[in-house]
Every structure is written in C-alpha cells, then in structure tokens.
C-alpha cells in the first residue's frame, strides 16, 4: 500500500513537471490581427504587407493590390508574383521601407548559390562524407543456399544413421 502511495507521488510530480515545462515553451509567430486576412479580403486582391522600417523596426498592414504594385506612404512598391511569400496559407509580402522593391525569395536563393552560403551544398557535402565513413557489410548467404547446406547436412546424417556407422 506504501509502495503505491509513493508511486502515485512521483507521477504527480513527474505531471505538474511537464505542465511547467509546456508553459514555458516559446509561442509561435502570428501576424498581427490588423494586417490578417479574412476570405473576403482575399478576394478582394488584398495582402499583409510587413514593412520594415529604417530603424529596424516592423509594421504590418493589409493593402489591395492593383496592377502588381502597392501603394504604401504614397509610393508604389512592386507586388508581383515572384515577391509573394505564404504564411499559414495568407500571402504576405515583406518591404523594407527604403526600397521600392520588396524582398525576394527566388533572388536571394540565387544570389546565395552564387557566392556560395547556401545550406544546399553542404547538405550534398555531407551526405558524401557518411556514406564514405560507412564500411560496407559483409555479404550474408542467401535464404536458399542455407537451405541446400541443410538439407545436404541432413541427408549425410540420415545416411550416417541408417547404415549404422
């Protein structure tokens, strides 16, 4: 009876050590509910805009888009396909404030192939070096020869039994 008192114990400190440990853990990013998106606002040819200011700071803003530009602090800004990104299915469009052409995904991942950061390599890279450590197995009999060095080694016995010697 003691034995399950104390075990009941330690499970419910082992439970109130995991409820701590789920509070702690960091939220996940969520755009700003002014510059979110509803269905109406998306057929409307609308998009969050992050804009980043010169001092580092960001705001978020919902702007239509009209002839694949934005017009943030009246002046027009690119918002073609190419500039598009998608968080949790909205698009967003990320501007720093002193460039009239927005963030890049598909420029940057060439301009980052170019000069040689790019993560791609070295994935490629180390893929090759652990299968060049890796030593090769060695080869194991297959499932039929085993069965005909058993069958030989049990007709030489039976063989052996019968003729008494």
Not at 53 to 69: A, H, R, W
Not at 87 to 116: A, Q
Not at 133 to 150: L, Y
Request: aromatic share 8%; glycine share 8%.
């Amino acid at each position: 009876m003691v034995e399950i008192k104390e075990e009941l114990r330690e499970i419910k400190e082992l439970l109130k050590d995991e409820k701590e440990v789920k509070k702690r853990s960091p939220k996940s990013f969520r755009i700003p509910f002014k510059a979110k998106l509803n269905s109406m606002d998306k057929n409307r040819n609308m998009i969050s805009v992050m804009k980043i200011n010169e001092n580092g700071y960001v705001d978020f803003v919902k702007l239509p888009i009209s002839e694949q530009t934005v017009i943030v602090d009246g002046i027009p800004r690119l918002a073609s396909a190419g500039y598009v990104l998608h968080y949790k299915k909205e698009p967003i469009l990320i501007l720093p404030n002193w460039s009239v052409e927005p963030f890049s995904p598909l420029e940057h991942y060439g301009e980052t192939l170019s000069n040689g950061s790019n993560t791609k390599g070295y994935k490629l890279l180390m893929n090759r070096m652990q299968s060049s450590i890796m030593e090769k197995k060695p080869m194991m009999m297959g499932g039929m020869v085993k069965w005909i060095v058993g069958i030989g080694l049990a007709v030489i016995i039976g063989y052996a039994l019968i003729s008494g010697g």
